[in-house]
């Protein structure tokens, strides 16, 4: 992983203004990919019946995970520039969600496929494109831990 002193602090800078809002755009984010991508309500028992995007918006559920995604690439954010702790907060996370809760590694590249697009709506182009190197790094991290555990 390698992220130049300049791509860190742009990276950084585009972050910021998405995670201002962490419990609403990840909210957001997750709504949008379980309306977009319904098959992906399936890893969660308890949003399965909820069938409009209103009903998830007002979720507690829906609200609490979205802002813990929100919470957990934060801290990959804040670590863009040490890759032994990026790494370590990674490798867990992705061992968890293939080991024991067996989520398609898919559904990592469609949440932050929305995750750029929420920020290209709210802060255009160039937020965008600031942090798509970051998402990238941590898919192939995710990637690489779900084909270690077998996947």
Known sequence: ??????????????????YVDAEDNGTAVLVRMFTEHPDTK????????MDSAEEMKQSDQVRGHGKKVFSAI????????????FLG?????????ATQLKIDPKNFRIICDIILQLMEEKFGGDCK?????VT????????????????
């Open 42 to 49: 399936s890893y969660f028992t308890h949003f399965k019946g």
């Open 1 to 18: 992983m390698s992220f130049s002193e300049a791509e860190v602090q742009s990276a950084r800078g585009a972050w910021e203004k998405i």
């Open 74 to 85: 934060n801290d990959m954010v804040q670590h863009l520039d040490n890759s032994e702790a």
């Open 89 to 97: 907060i990674v490798t867990p996370l992705g061992k968890k969600h």
């Open 136 to 151: 990238n790094e941590i898919c192939t991290h995710l990637n690489n831990i779900y084909k270690e555990e077998g996947w």
């Open 129 to 133: 494109a600031s942090f798509e190197k």
